[in-house]
């Protein structure tokens, strides 16, 4: 078969990397696989099999499926030579009211939440097509009790540019706790892909010790995310937190809101939920610093689920549903 996607551009979005990552595993299965964005950009960051192409060179093909993630790309799908033309629905501030005009247009929801929010807002039944993440690149890590003594690192996405991330709660959750407890430290992590963004994480300042590690290599994440004890991600209006389940796959225990994180997030279970805001995100933290069993437990919990979740558990899912 031939499939393809429309995306904005190659940089290191969770949006975009979910179809580079898909496209690699369906071009393994011996399916091609086109990108296309606006200038046929290659993404620096990820090592992507198929081919890019731009936006001008659409017509030159006929696709058995044709996917996109942003309603403004409507037109050049339209128009597209396609047998099935897949909205892929991974962001809830997303209308998809003007597919309702067009039977053709199918949508696939990337998590309970965007099914959920299809279902309810705009009378959609979207495919559900949830997932994913890389379980290979994360192997399966050594659980262990920590040093009481070492530092106790919360680590988040620091994407301060996107207020939805709820990165400033994590960072007022560390510094409360740090007034009474120096022992904490911050660990936050960002590819900033435009100037806005860099100059916000040239500026950033916070009362607690703090590290900010930028440009790290995708392929290497399992590293970094293992010098944390904890992961929090306090998101709104998320589809599928990638962050979340990359610290799970790894063996770090998440504390997370509800928004992308309904598949895999089971409070007590396999994490904590907790609001959106830094008192509930400072309390979840203190606990598992007092309670190293629980925090061992959510680690090892989080780990087996995400499983469910494989990258290539979910091509097959969506190959099945293109070749019915």
Known sequence: MVLAVILPHSKLYGGVKRFFELGNIFIDHGHQFIVF???????????????????????????DAFFFTEPRYLNLVLQAKARRKIFYFVRGNENLRIFRK???????????????????????EAFKAFGGINTKLYQTPIFKERDLD????????????EGRKGTKYVVRACERIYKKNPNVRLLLFDTPVDEKMKKAIAEFTAKVP?????????????????RANVFVAPEKKAGWSNTSVEAMACGIPVIATKSGTNDFLFHEQTGL???????????????LMKDEALRVRLAKAGRKEIENFDWEILANRILKNILT
């Open 210 to 226: 703090f590290e900010f590690v930028q440009n790290h290599p995708v392929d290497k994440n399992p590293e970094l995310f293992q």
């Open 37 to 63: 964005n606006e200038k046929g950009d290659r993404p620096n960051w990820f090592d992507f099999k198929g081919d890019i192409c731009s936006f001008s060179e659409i017509d030159k093909y006929s696709f």
């Open 150 to 161: 070492e530092p106790f690192v919360v680590m988040a996405y620091g994407r301060l540019t």
């Open 273 to 287: 939920i907790v609001r959106r805001n830094s008192f509930s995100v400072a309390r979840a933290i203190k606990r």
């Open 102 to 124: 067009f039977k053709e247009i199918e949508v696939f929801a990337n998590s309970t939440n965007m099914y959920d929010l299809a279902k309810r807002k705009f009378g959609i």
